[in-house]
């Protein structure tokens, strides 16, 4: 049955609150976020098509873009490597502190980010506990992307461990058994037989990851450098023209992210879709 | 049966690898905060929290929080209800909407509230003349708020009520309960877990939400400062004890939000238990 | 007690005390903003708020006295752009001190300010002013006394973002005008001049409390620049053992503007106080409380007492060198204007 058709057939839904819950959750939407937005659009009305083009294609912007990208890839590799292993431990062993490190990944939400970046410039910095064992080693991590990286990585491990977490959770005793009584290594089991049911969630989390870092800002402006062409980020260049009070350009800049984070969480929605129809066999 | 990864050494080593990083990545943070707030004793970490400008700060961002709570409760689970119990076009839509939050950077959160309720706004310029004013004054610090912590309970509820499916509440109504009767008796012992997790999210983003805060709130010093802009301001004055007193309370309350969470966990675990 | 029952109870109890706990804290904030007495809002640069801190105090005892009225000051800081842009949006301050006259004028354009706000007080409305310095570290290693010691190879600055902040527009000015008067007006030299000053900028800091915390508390740079004034207070805040203050043969002159935000104040009953308000930063009082924080004043027999503090510096002036504000921004500032082009790599 198409989705249409189930819609209209009235005996698909038995369950009431239809209305209801749409109400409140069209109302709430148009409100909230939609009619905000569109004072976003109006300041880009105001543009034309050659002016947006030259606000967003401007050399320095251009440059932001590179660096928040280039960073928050890095970012969200590195958060799905160690998201996994984290999510891995928690679900897999028993050991002392195991709740405690499970609480600890909910950390850097409930952390303020303005917090997490202070904190991140002192302990980085050439005289901070990090940063005074790592520079003799020629790593410098404040004042260069390494720190826009660390920022983002620290404010979006959560999204990774925490889409990971229950899905490990829910794996069947009986496919680790499969796998290992097959004999095959510990290495080649988990990657044949653990990690096809993983990855989609793995995929997600990244993803989530990698789009809350393209718009985070209060974290990594204390450890950027925030040098031209280099170390700026994108959310600064529009910080940057609010000072100037050109708030058309700012709105152009800003939508660029938008645009680019609304498709990669559309991208990311359609594909849990998928995976839950895949996993339960039904319409989703 | 042995399992995946199960071998002492492979054990050793992963365990070992994730509370090492774990401690480098996180929890020193979270140290450093106390070790800066704490730096020149207890008694100056106390005179800078009890000062009146930090407890007001305390006060508001805790008001902020309290209203901002029920208001994504129940817009979080009319939405999850709707999007996991029935099939509409425009579904997916909605569903990536909701997203917009976490898409928008906070500072232009903050900014499009602005452009829409400031003076010049259009609905801004028409309650200027009714002499209402919600930007810079504590309601444009709730909607922005509100904006910027709206995903949360819906986030946590969708993926476990599409998992756990309706039939369990198409039974209910089956046998002739009433919708409330159904929501109440069937769908909330399911999801209390995961509602209750989304309010701690929402309570912590809420509690410590900056960026866009700071557009709208004008940081009027005993009116409109919460305690991230509080704290901000006292990094500002060269007082980084003051501020990083403030950053521990706030990862005080942080702190408390992951204790609250992880002993709802252990009940609901305990509680399975005995099912 | 059964699941449901246990968390019905539950959830019900808690949301009656969040509905009760946020009536009563949404009283009690209300009950303070609606204190009898007359309150003026003073909207000032982020780095004011100790200075108004002190001054406030003793206008309210001062008008106390004289009118036999209780007021109430409260104050708001931030970057003074920033705080331009809330007033436009609707923030109703009845006074505005900054440290950009750029600012006040976005103000009068907007119809908020009166056009000739520069004559409606002493001094083009400037009650203060102050300058652009270096605050070096102890002996002055690198042996920094003026501008182009700044181009040599290994000296690192930090001053904050001329994109974001005031401060670093004047440090980005000074230079400018140091190099114009150097190179004759060469505009080549001096163009070359500028790209190897701002090369040698180790940190842009968004505003210029951000700066001075990279240069205290991270060490970073040989160099501070930021206003005489702050370089001062800095050295006072972090001991005068281990920093120095270079104020440099030829700087800018920074004024600090300041102006009654006509319609709010009026709105707000407050048309008297807030011009009361402004002509008390004149007074010789408050000009010797504003010296004690490292401002430069007007007031000749202050200007006398504090003269050892204030070394000779001849002080150039934006409109001399620029033409206008509004062509220095225009033509230096602006997205893709010569401070984006000098930076480029």
């Not at chain 1, 109006?42 to 030259?54: I, V």
């Amino acid at each position: 049955m198409s989705q249409l058709a189930l819609w209209r057939s009235g005996s698909a839904r038995v369950l009431p609150g239809f209305g209801l819950s749409m109400g409140i959750s069209v109302l709430f939407i148009s409100l909230v976020l939609l009619l905000p937005i569109t004072g976003l659009f109006g300041q880009l009305a105001g543009l034309s098509l050659a002016e947006y083009w030259a606000i967003i294609t401007e050399g320095r912007v251009v440059a932001s873009y590179m660096v928040t990208i280039g960073a928050a890839a890095v970012a969200a590799l590195v958060n799905a490597v160690f998201g996994l292993l984290l999510a891995w431990v928690l679900v897999r062993y028993e050991f002392p502190g195991k709740r405690l490190l499970d609480a600890l990944m909910d950390l850097p939400f409930a952390l303020p980010t303005a917090v997490a970046g202070i904190t991140l410039a002192t302990l980085y910095a050439g005289n901070g506990w990090m940063g005074s064992l790592l520079e003799p080693l020629g790593f410098q991590v404040a004042y260069t992307w390494v720190g826009i990286a660390l920022a983002m990585a620290f404010t979006s491990i959560p999204f990774v461990v925490r889409t990971v977490q229950p899905v490990l959770e829910d794996l069947p005793a009986e496919v680790d058994e499969a796998a290992m009584s097959l004999g095959a290594t510990d290495g080649v089991a988990f990657r044949r037989v653990i990690m096809p049911h993983l990855w989609p969630a793995l995929v997600t989390g990244t993803g989530l990851a990698f789009v809350r870092s393209l718009g985070e800002f209060g974290a990594i402006i204390f450890i950027a450098g925030n040098m031209p062409y280099e170390t700026e980020i994108t959310a600064l260049m529009i910080f940057v023209k609010l000072q100037e009070y050109d708030y058309a350009g700012a709105s152009a800049i800003a939508s660029v992210v938008l645009f680019v984070s609304l498709a990669l969480l559309l991208a990311i929605n359609i594909w849990q879709g998928r995976f839950v129809r895949r996993l339960h066999g039904g319409t989703g | 049966m042995r399992r995946i990864g199960d071998a002492p050494a492979v054990r050793r080593l992963l365990i070992g690898a994730a509370l090492l990083l774990s401690a480098l990545f996180l929890l020193l943070p979270l140290v450093a905060i106390f070790a800066q707030a704490f730096s020149q004793g207890v008694m100056v970490f106390w005179a800078n929290v009890s000062n009146t400008f930090t407890l007001h700060a305390i006060g508001l961002t805790l008001v902020i929080a309290l209203l901002t709570i029920p208001i994504c409760l129940v817009f979080g689970v009319a939405l999850a209800w709707l999007v996991t119990r029935f099939s509409f076009p425009g579904r997916r839509i909605l569903q990536t909407l909701i997203d917009i939050p976490f898409a928008v950077s906070p500072v232009v959160a903050g900014l499009i509230y602005l452009l829409l309720y400031g003076r010049n706004g259009w609905i801004g310029s028409w309650l200027d003349t009714h002499d209402i004013q919600l930007m810079f004054a504590w309601p444009g610090i709730l909607m922005v708020t509100i904006f910027v912590t709206c995903p949360f309970v819906a986030r946590e509820l969708i993926p476990l009520m599409q998992a756990q499916g309706s039939r369990e509440e198409e039974a209910a109504v089956t046998l002739g309960a009433g919708g409330w009767t159904t929501f109440r008796r069937v769908t909330l012992p399911n999801i209390r877990w995961a509602l209750l997790y989304g309010i701690i999210l929402t309570n912590a983003r809420a509690v410590g939400e900056f960026g866009a805060v700071s557009v709208v709130a004008g940081a009027i010093r005993g009116k409109t400062n919460t305690l991230p802009l509080h704290l901000e301001q006292l990094y500002q004055d060269y007082n980084a004890v003051g501020a990083f007193a403030s950053a521990a309370l706030l990862a005080l309350i942080a702190l408390l939000t992951l204790a609250a969470k992880a002993g709802l966990e252990w009940r609901a675990a305990r509680q399975e238990a005995f099912l | 007690m059964t699941r449901s029952t246990f968390f019905r109870t539950g959830l019900r109890r808690s949301l009656i005390a969040t509905a009760v706990g946020a009536t009563v804290a949404a009283t009690a904030v209300s009950n303070t903003a609606m204190a009898q007495e007359r309150e003026l809002l003073n909207s000032s640069y982020d780095i004011a708020r100790e200075l108004f801190s002190a001054i406030n105090p003793e206008f309210q005892a001062w008008w106390q006295e004289e009118y036999g009225e209780e007021i109430a000051i409260s104050q708001s800081h931030g970057g003074s752009s920033a705080q331009a842009r809330a007033i436009m949006q609707g923030m109703r301050a009845d006074v505005v001190t900054f440290n950009q006259v750029t600012d006040v004028q976005v103000l009068a354009d907007a119809g908020l300010v009166a056009e000739d706000w520069q004559d409606a007080f002493d001094n083009n409305a400037s009650p203060y002013y102050s300058t652009t310095a270096f605050l070096v570290r102890k002996g002055n290693p690198k042996g920094i006394e003026s501008w182009d010691d700044l181009v040599k190879e290994d000296v690192q600055m930090v001053f904050p973002n001329p994109k974001t902040s005031g401060n670093g527009r004047y440090t980005y000015l000074a230079a400018w005008g140091f190099a114009e008067n150097e190179f004759d007006g060469d505009e080549e030299k001096i163009q070359d001049f500028m790209r190897t000053f701002l090369r040698n900028v180790a940190v842009f800091d968004t505003g210029g409390r951000g700066a001075t915390t990279s240069f205290i508390e991270r060490g970073i740079g040989d160099v501070l620049i930021s206003f005489e004034s702050e370089v001062n207070n800095i050295r006072g805040e972090y001991g005068s053992d281990d920093y120095e203050v270079i104020v440099p043969p030829v700087s800018i002159l920074a004024e600090f503007p300041v102006a009654v935000v006509g319609e709010n104040a009026e709105r707000n009953g407050n048309s008297d106080l807030a011009q009361s308000y402004l002509e008390y930063l004149y007074r010789e009082d408050t000009q010797r409380l504003l010296a004690g924080f490292n401002y430069r004043v007007h007031d000749e027999t202050v200007v006398a007492e504090f003269a050892d503090q204030f070394p000779d510096t001849e002080l150039l002036e934006v409109e001399d060198v620029f033409g206008s504000w509004e062509e220095a921004m225009e033509n230096h500032f602006e997205g893709g204007a010569l401070l984006d082009q000098l930076q480029r790599r």
